[in-house]
């Protein structure tokens, strides 16, 4: 299945709470599972990905380390407003390996996703690929 949430297809990280130039929010977005967004070590960390259409969303794939909880807001507006939950999930610790959870939904649309790591395992997590499935 196609992976909208790519760069390539018009997708942008509009907010991270944290940023570093050596890993750069964009890296969750660019469909490589070797470059990654690294969190500064506090909790909540969050980032907002916007598409540039509407769209639906059946499934939402998250590659990580070292995330213990998120909770998946979505918006509709144009702005990156009025979030409501969409989904809440609590990760298992992976030693060593590349976390890979699929959430999936009931095919809602959404022009924002808000990701909101509540908590990790560590001090700092690192999300490497974020896919949407429609």
Do not use: C
């Not at 807001?73 to 144009?78: G, L, V």
């Not at 979030?83 to 809602?108: C, M, P």
Request: negative net charge.
């Amino acid at each position: 299945m196609l992976n909208t949430a790519l760069s390539s297809f018009g997708a942008q990280v509009v907010l991270a709470t944290s940023s570093d130039e050596n890993h750069p929010p964009e890296s969750m977005i660019d469909g490589n599972t070797e470059t990654f967004w690294l969190s500064t070590g506090m909790f909540p960390q969050e980032f907002i990905i916007r598409f540039p259409d509407n769209m639906k969303i059946s499934v939402i794939s998250v590659h990580s380390f070292n995330v213990k909880r998120l909770r998946i807001e979505k918006s509709t507006q144009t702005d990156a407003e009025k979030f409501e939950v969409i989904a809440e999930k609590e990760f298992e610790q992976t030693e060593g390996n590349l976390q890979t959870n699929e959430i999936s939904l009931d095919g809602s649309n959404a022009t924002h996703l808000k990701f909101l790591i509540l908590s990790g395992y560590d001090h700092f997590v690192s999300v490497h690929k974020v896919g949407i499935q429609a």
